[in-house]
Structures are given as C-alpha cells and as structure tokens.
C-alpha cells in the first residue's frame, strides 16, 4: 500500500462544492469516480485539506490516497488527467508516508478573495470574482486587517452551521489586501479557517471601506463572538483556495 | 430615429458563435431579444463589425442598430446590461449618425489569441486559451511575424468555406507575439481579416516554433494562394476579438 499526494486545482463553478453527496457533481465524487475506474472497480476513498462550497475554486487543494498499484508518480499524474473533467487538474503527485494526512498534517492554508470594483461587471471574471461597483477606501480596509491578524476567538466570523467541536480560536499569520486597476484581491493566511470565516471576514471588510464600519470595530466583534453581529456572507465565487502548508517529513 | 453604437464583450464558450440562428443561442440572438422587449415585441436588427465563430470571445465586439425610443446612452447601458444574459456586457454606449456602420466604417480590427505553453493544462483557461504542451522557438516565431506583416494576398491563409467576393488582399499592421512566464499572446492588427485567418496564421507560426518549418516560409505560402498547404486551423476558444477602430466621424 502506497500513500499518494496530489495538489490539484478546480474550477467551482459546475460543481455542488467539494464533498461527495448523492446524485450531484462534486470534486471528490469525480476524483473517486476516476481512481475506482484505475482501480478496476475497486472502491478508493480519498481525503482532502478541507472541504470547499459550490462555487468556490481551487489553485492548491491536497488530497491523498492509498493505493496498491505501485503507479509511479508521473504515471499517476497522466492517468489521473486524461481521465478527470477539464475542470479538475492535477497540477503534481507525490508519494508520501503514512505518517502524511492530507487533512490532518496542515499546518497553514492561504485563501484568495477577488472583488471586481468597477461600474460595469467584466464577463470574464464573472465566475471568479465578486463585482462590486461602490466607491471603498483602501486604507480603512488596510487598517482594518492589522485587527484581523493574530490569534482571536473567530466566532462572530463563522457560520452557525459551523460543525467544528471545541475551540474557535485560529490563528491568521497573514491579512492583506492589494488594489490593481478595478481588481481587489484580499490575501489570508492561517493555522486554519472555521466555516465561511473568509467570505465573513470580506463582506465585514467591505462593510469598513464603504464607511458603513470603522477599522477599529473588529476587535469588539471578535470579543463579542456573535455571529449576528455580522451581515450576509459574501458570494462564494470570488473565494480560491490557493495553498495548503504541511508539517516538514522526516 | 437614431443611430447608437454599443461596444460590448462576451465570453464565446456558451455561444453558436455571434451571428443569429434558428434554435440556437447565439450573441446577436441574445442581443435583438433584449432589443425586442425593450421597443414592446418591435423587432429590431443589429450590425457588427463582423462575426465572430462559436467558442470566439469579444473584448471589443462593436454593434450598432437604429432605435426611435429617445433614451439616453446612459440609460441603454443600463437597460440592455440589466435584461442580457451574464455572458455578454455592454461597456460602452453612444450615439452616432447615420454616416456610422459598424461594419463598413470599419478602418482596424485587432486580435489576440492565447497559447498555454507549459505540460498540464490550467483549468482556468481552458476556455480561454489553446494549451500547447510541446516546445517552441520563440525566435523563429517573431521572425515569422515579419513576413506575415504588410499587404498581402491571404488566400492560402483563409477557410476555403470564406464568403468573400473579389480581392483577398488584406494589409496586416502588426503580426506580433509576447511570452510572459507560460502565456503566449499573439496580437494582430489589420485592415481586415477573412475567416479563419487569425487561426490559420496561427496554426502556422506554432509549426514554424516547433521547426517543422522555417519562418521565410511564410513568404513562399503567401506568393501560392492555397489553402491546402498549410495545416489545419487551430481551435476557436484562443481567439479574442479586441478591438474595432472606425473612420473619425465629422
């Protein structure tokens, strides 16, 4: 039995997000559909980093498998594409220990959010970034990511359908945001991500470059940890999961 | 009754190409629809600067029709983008005389198309851009552009299936190609193009990347007017339509 690895990259747009569920089109119920046809209809459960929701996109998804076929790495990386949809390509194939999880030996994910703010929406990001036509103020938006940094409880920022037991606490390494022509483009990093924190955490910071918040309002709602406090969660289609980080093996 | 020109892009991949067909979804379908609804069940019939294929994207696509509604350029743009499918955007609206023809003022038209040079495929521009997966002198590539530039008789470089009476002569102003990390981008700007004369050409200048021939070549291809001797014409979903430039209106 042989543990493989593979960073892969999808398109959200066609698919009912990540998880395999009855009768829809997932990523991972199109990945399994593929390893069982290499498997010779042997059934092949594959785990991932992270779930992601319908529409969202990956750049840098990490999924791993075991296998007993023996393929090498390179002989993997063909079979699995001339197979896969166009939307799902895997990008590389690495072979790893046991002692690799895909989910649980994360050590860092980096999410990307695209905010298209112009007058006139652009047909060719419509599926990847969210337009939003008003008038913002960057350094309010600035300003406000040094709040979201650090570690904090982020329970104000995630879904009430959060299923995640325990602790709230995260640690977000990186928020930043940078500005080119119309195209915002909001950067975070963290020890990991509750439940629709990010496009939380992107329609709050809106909210402050339209004026409708100050910067400094972040640190009450994380001390409040209440998700009311909040409004909508943004669009899922200008989210893309862009890198997870693993533990060094040994 | 006036006159009003609109400047609108679309995204190729869910069209029968631009010009209207029975049953089938197409860009001037879509457009004449709105139209439709807007001057209450008056059909009314648009021009373009040309067709574009199925699976040809517009960044620049130019149409004009007549209307006796009265309403201003801000409020068409607001009207068609409000009614039109999100594939297609109008960017720009205004109001012309009657002297403008959105096909025979025509004086340039510029396209790009879009090469991936690099092993896998990317799966957020497999509609947008032709995946080439085998190496190219990008040298050789240029020196052809050379040869390509000018006035010429294109016969050998367009469909056998064009439509156009008399001359086949077209003056190409620019023939140029660019590489940033894997993304080739050609560019081409001509008095006019015939059909299929983009990806002719550009179906050549990747032979003459890959060696199979030489860039002065194109000179002997030019001078013996057939289509036959020169390779298939490459897929439709590279090819962007950029920009149209009209005679300055008085």
Redesign the interface.
């Known amino acids: 039995m042989e543990r493989v690895k593979c960073t892969l990259?999808?398109?959200g747009t066609l698919f009912h997000g990540f998880q395999r569920q009855p009768n829809k089109r997932t990523v991972q119920g199109e990945l399994e559909k593929v390893l069982k046809v290499i498997h010779k209809g042997q059934s092949i459960s594959i785990a991932a980093s992270g779930r992601t929701d319908a529409g969202v996109?990956a750049r840098g998804q990490v999924i791993h498998f075991d296998s007993d076929l023996g393929i090498p790495e390179r002989g993997w990386?063909h079979a699995l594409?001339t197979q896969l949809p166009?939307?799902?390509?895997?990008?590389s194939v690495e072979k790893v220990t046991e002692a690799f999880h895909a989910r649980y030996s994360v050590i860092e994910k980096e999410y990307h959010y695209f905010v298209l703010n112009c007058q006139?929406?652009?047909?060719?990001k419509?599926h990847?970034s969210y337009h939003f036509p008003y008038e913002l103020n960057m350094e309010k938006i600035e300003e406000a990511c040094r709040y979201l940094e650090g570690t904090h409880d982020f329970t104000t920022f995630s879904s009430t359908k959060s299923t995640v037991k325990g602790s709230k606490v995260r640690t977000i390494y990186e928020a930043s945001v940078k500005k080119e022509a119309s195209e915002i483009e909001f950067i975070f990093r963290g020890s990991g991500f509750l439940y629709n924190m990010v496009r939380i955490m992107v329609s709050v910071l809106l909210d402050i470059g339209q004026g409708r918040r100050q910067p400094e309002d972040i640190q009450y709602l994380l001390e409040r940890n209440d998700r009311k406090l909040v409004g909508k969660t943004i669009d899922a289609h200008g989210l893309h999961l862009w890198n997870v980080i693993y533990k060094e093996m040994e």
Do not use: M
């Not at 166009?86 to 990008?91: G, H, M, Q, Y």
């Not at 006139?120 to 060719?124: K, L, P, T, Y």
């Open positions: 990259q999808y398109d996109h990386l594409n166009d939307d799902i390509r895997v990008r006139e929406a652009d047909v060719f419509r990847y």
